[in-house]
Every structure is written in structure tokens, then in C-alpha cells.
């Protein structure tokens, strides 16, 4: 099984920037197939950005519109995690904040799926959040 842990939630004033972490275990890191989600009070769970933690140059993390061109997924091969940076934060980008990962898939269909909305009920191993508040 994978192990997911979340860091780095926090507040922050609206137009500042936050690095979100996720610490995975329990599996060869470069065979992940990762999410980002977010979930705001009363909402359902939202895409936010995914990759394949073996895809290197082949396959591009994909984004939510919401959230292309302001966040920024990457990787550390050395400390086995995935990180989420955060500039130009809003209100909106108000919630908790959850990593999630699969496995046994190739990079090609781990972020082609990454463009449904309904992606996060594909994943398997999820963390247990980190909360971002954005004030205005």
C-alpha cells in the first residue's frame, strides 16, 4: 500500500504563495501516478493538478483551469515526495488540500484521466489533507 502525507497548510493573505508537501512510502516512488485535490466546505472534491512521478520529459503534470498558470506541481526523487507551490493565492483556493496516488499505471493514462473531473474517485491511496486558508 501507499502512504500519503500532507504538510504545509496554512493561512495566508490573499495574493501570497504556499508550498504544500506530500511524503509518500510504501511503494518505488518513480511508479506513481499523483493528484492533487482540494475540497472547500460543502463542495465536492476538486481536481488540481496531477503527474507521473516516472514520466520525467515525456508527460507533462496537467492543471485545473482554475489553477494553471498560478500552481506549479514537482518532484523530489531523493525525498520521495511531491510538492504543490501555490503563488497568486485567492479566496477560492480556500480547502483542504489532499495528495492521492495510484499505481500500475503508465504515465500516458494517469494524466489523460487527470482531465476528467471525476478523477479523484479513481484513486486508491489518498492522504489525510492539509487545510489552506486564503484570507482577503
Known amino acids: 500500500a501507499v502512504q500519503l502525507v500532507e504538510s504545509g497548510g496554512t493561512s495566508v493573505q490573499a495574493g501570497g504563495s504556499l508550498t504544500l508537501s506530500c511524503a509518500t512510502s510504501?511503494?518505488?516512488?518513480?511508479?506513481?501516478?499523483m493528484g492533487w485535490f482540494r475540497q472547500a466546505p460543502g463542495k465536492e472534491r476538486e481536481r488540481v493538478a496531477g503527474?507521473?512521478?516516472?514520466?520525467?520529459?515525456?508527460?507533462?503534470?496537467v492543471y485545473a483551469d482554475s489553477v494553471k498558470g498560478r500552481f506549479t506541481v514537482s518532484q523530489d526523487n531523493v525525498n520521495n515526495s511531491v510538492y504543490l507551490q501555490m503563488n497568486s493565492l485567492q479566496a477560492e483556493d480556500t480547502g483542504m488540500y489532499y495528495c492521492?496516488?495510484?499505481?500500475?499505471?503508465?504515465?500516458?493514462?494517469?494524466?489523460?484521466?487527470?482531465?476528467?473531473?471525476?478523477?479523484?474517485?479513481?484513486?486508491?491511496?489518498w492522504g489525510q489533507g492539509t487545510q489552506v486558508t486564503v484570507s482577503s
Open positions: 492521492a496516488a495510484d499505481i500500475l499505471l503508465g504515465p500516458k493514462i494517469c494524466l489523460d484521466r487527470f482531465l476528467k473531473d471525476t478523477v479523484a474517485a479513481e484513486f486508491s491511496y
Open positions: 503527474l507521473h512521478t516516472g514520466a520525467a520529459g515525456n508527460r507533462y503534470p
Open positions: 510504501g511503494y518505488d516512488f518513480r511508479l506513481l501516478c
